[in-house]
Each structure stands twice: as structure tokens, then as C-alpha cells.
């Protein structure tokens, strides 16, 4: 089974309204990492936390890191309709692996 | 334009047949991936390197070869195409430092194969 595992797996928000995803994982971690892929496109970084960090911020984006809980979310804020997309979370090992979970499909209604 | 460089984006194969798919980058990282996404299941891993000269095996290696010969390529070949490996195949590379903690792993756009 995948090493990430993704809730919800759908999500559906009014444009100006939070959304939070949240990602729980199996084994030690190096960092966590979350995509976003807008449909039929490529991944995009967003951004990264590191294992012996708790919060990290990019503009509109918030996440957290629990390594006693081997969890973490996303949050943005102020959503809007162009982060209408999926988004992964995905656990970097120190084997050099790159393991991605299913996903939380995100609709921002306008 | 600097990035990841998927050949070719489409397409499709007949069951038996062969094929090697291309990856190349030109930002000289270390780290390639190969990956593939299936409707609902996210993408898995198929194999990676850590560096020029070295393979090894993902999630999902069965049915599937990989080969780095130059740093910049890596080469993903499907021996005998199975319908089971209708998928869209990911290529990333990453350099496995500075770079990737502050931009994580650079994305191709994508191979589109359909066995039929």
C-alpha cells in the first residue's frame, strides 16, 4: 500500500473559504512535500517541510507537520477558483525514494 | 528552457509490443524518477536513481526497465506491453539538496500510453 494516505479525498468550497487536506504517512520521514496538478497537466511544488519542522508558510499556504501523529495538512486560505486542482502530499525517505499518496481533489466554486 | 523533457507524450501500443520512454533534463540533477498515475490511485513508483549509472526499484517495478546511461537521461522500457500498463507516466528529477529543499522535484509534462 501507498506510504501516504489522503482525507478527504474530495473537497468542494465556496471561493473565499479555507481549505484543509489532510495526509497521514507509515514510516520515518526526511521531509514532506506537497504538488498540486491542475487536470491533464504536470505536478507543481508547493512546498516542503522538513522532519524537525512543525509550520511552514508560502503565501497563502500553511502546513503542518506532526511527526509523533506521522501526520500533516494543508491549508490555504482565501481560496480561490484557480486552486481548483488535486493535491498530493508526498514523503521524501533517506532511501531517496519520493513516495506520493492518492490525493485530495479540491473545487473552488466561484 | 530549463526543465524536464518527456518523449513522446502519446502513445499507443499494441499488447506484446515495446517501447522506451525518455526522460531528459538539463538542470544536471542528480536524482530521476519514474512514476505512474492511474485514475484514484495517485502516482506510484515505478524505479529511480540516485545518480548516474544506478537504478533501483519503486512500488511498481514489474513489467518495466529503466537505464541511466548519461546523467541527464533516463530511459523507462516496457519489454512486452500488457493493457495493465495503460497509464500517463510521470518523469521528475531532483538534485537531492539546496535545490530540492527549497523547489522539491521538477516535473515533466507527461506520456499518455494506451496498450490496447
Known amino acids: 500500500s501507498q506510504q501516504g494516505e489522503e482525507d478527504p479525498q474530495a473537497l468542494s468550497i465556496q471561493e473565499g473559504e479555507n481549505a484543509t487536506m489532510n495526509c497521514s504517512y507509515k514510516t520515518s520521514i526526511n521531509n514532506l512535500q506537497w504538488y498540486r496538478q491542475n487536470s491533464g497537466r504536470g505536478l507543481v511544488h508547493l512546498i516542503l517541510?522538513?522532519?524537525?519542522?512543525r509550520e511552514k508558510h508560502s503565501g497563502r499556504l500553511r502546513v503542518t507537520l506532526d511527526t509523533s501523529k506521522k501526520s500533516s495538512s494543508l491549508l490555504i486560505t482565501a481560496s480561490r477558483a484557480a486552486d481548483t486542482a488535486s493535491y498530493f502530499c508526498?514523503?521524501?525517505?533517506?532511501?531517496?525514494?519520493?513516495?506520493f499518496g492518492q490525493g485530495t481533489t479540491l473545487q473552488v466554486k466561484p | 528552457n530549463a526543465g524536464v523533457t518527456q518523449t513522446p507524450k502519446f502513445r499507443v501500443l499494441k499488447t506484446g509490443q515495446s517501447m522506451t520512454l525518455l526522460c531528459a533534463q538539463d538542470?544536471?540533477?542528480?536524482?530521476m524518477y519514474w512514476y505512474r498515475q492511474d485514475p484514484g490511485m495517485g502516482l506510484r513508483l515505478i524505479h529511480y536513481s540516485v545518480g548516474e549509472g544506478t537504478t533501483a526499484k519503486g512500488e511498481v517495478p514489474d513489467g518495466y526497465n529503466v537505464s541511466r546511461l548519461k546523467k541527464q537521461n533516463f530511459l523507462l522500457g516496457l519489454e512486452s506491453a500488457a493493457p495493465s500498463q495503460t497509464s500517463v507516466y510521470f518523469c521528475a528529477s531532483t538534485d537531492g539538496g539546496f535545490t530540492t529543499l527549497s523547489y522539491g522535484y521538477t516535473f515533466g509534462s507527461g506520456t499518455r500510453l494506451t496498450v490496447v
Open positions: 508526498a514523503t521524501y525517505l533517506n532511501t531517496g525514494k519520493l513516495i
Open positions: 538542470m544536471n540533477h542528480e536524482y
Open positions: 517541510i522538513r522532519s524537525n519542522e
